[in-house]
């Protein structure tokens, strides 16, 4: 099987960089997805690595490292937008379904 | 706006009503999903369609029933529910289930309470 693990829970100030990581178990695996999820809102596709190393995408970098069976999502210049739950998600291939982390709840203060 | 949208945006119901939600997309995708999102939990994969036909279920309860008419729209048939099936349900869709499920799209979902 597969597992995800995150933190619940991370705070930073508005301008600051956060990095929210995700480390898995797996026996294989495609690419590693982010989501992001606004209160009451649908979870939204930011990211994904097929590859290990970083991907960029404006303010929000991804990572992975397969040797260490470990990624990270990276927000720079915090916005008090940016405040929801981000997800990390493991694409397994083979045509098999994702297996969702269970979220971490970034909280960007003033 | 993510091109899924889905009604209602909340329903209530008791355990022995029937109620459907539904869920239609405007992406051109081929898939089609339903996950169930508890709090604090992972987000829960129910079933999946790809082209129109059901190539997954995820050992569902047979309370819950979906069909999918046709790879735009989706429902998801309640009936008899618990309590504990109280949560909010996404309906997501892809290009495909099998070669480019990495990205999804999401609905905003159903927030379901069952009395």
């Known amino acids: 099987g597969q597992s995800l693990e995150q933190p619940s829970e991370v705070t930073a100030v508005e301008g600051a960089i956060v990095q929210i990581n995700c480390t898995y178990q797996?026996?294989?695996?495609?690419?590693l997805s982010w989501y992001q999820q606004h209160d009451g809102g649908a979870p939204t596709f930011l990211s994904y690595?097929?590859?290990?190393g970083l991907e960029e995408t404006g303010r929000f970098s991804s990572f992975l490292s397969r040797s260490d069976s470990y990624g990270y999502l990276l927000l720079q210049e915090l916005q008090m937008k940016d405040s929801a739950s981000y997800f990390c998600?493991?694409?397994?291939?083979?045509?098999?379904?994702?297996?969702f982390g269970s979220g971490t709840q970034l909280t960007v203060l003033p | 706006e993510t091109g899924v949208t889905q009604t209602p945006r909340h329903l209530v119901m008791g355990m022995t009503n029937k109620k459907s939600l539904k869920c239609e997309q405007h992406?051109?995708?081929?898939?089609m999903y339903w996950y169930k999102q508890s709090a604090k939990k992972p987000l829960e994969l129910m079933f999946v369609y790809n082209f129109k036909e059901q190539t997954e279920n995820n050992s569902v309860p047979s309370r819950f029933s979906p069909e999918c008419p046709n790879s735009s729209h989706l429902f998801l048939h309640l009936h008899t529910l618990q309590p504990e099936d109280s949560a909010l349900y996404l309906c997501?869709?892809?290009?495909?289930?099998?070669?480019?499920?990495?990205?999804?799209?999401f609905g905003s979902g159903t927030q379901l309470s069952v009395l």
């Open positions: 992406l051109g995708h081929n898939a």
């Open positions: 690595n097929a590859l290990d």
């Open positions: 997501a869709s892809s290009q495909d289930s099998w070669g480019s499920n990495e990205k999804l799209f």
């Open positions: 797996t026996s294989g695996f495609y690419g």
């Open positions: 998600a493991l694409n397994p291939g083979s045509a098999r379904q994702l297996t």
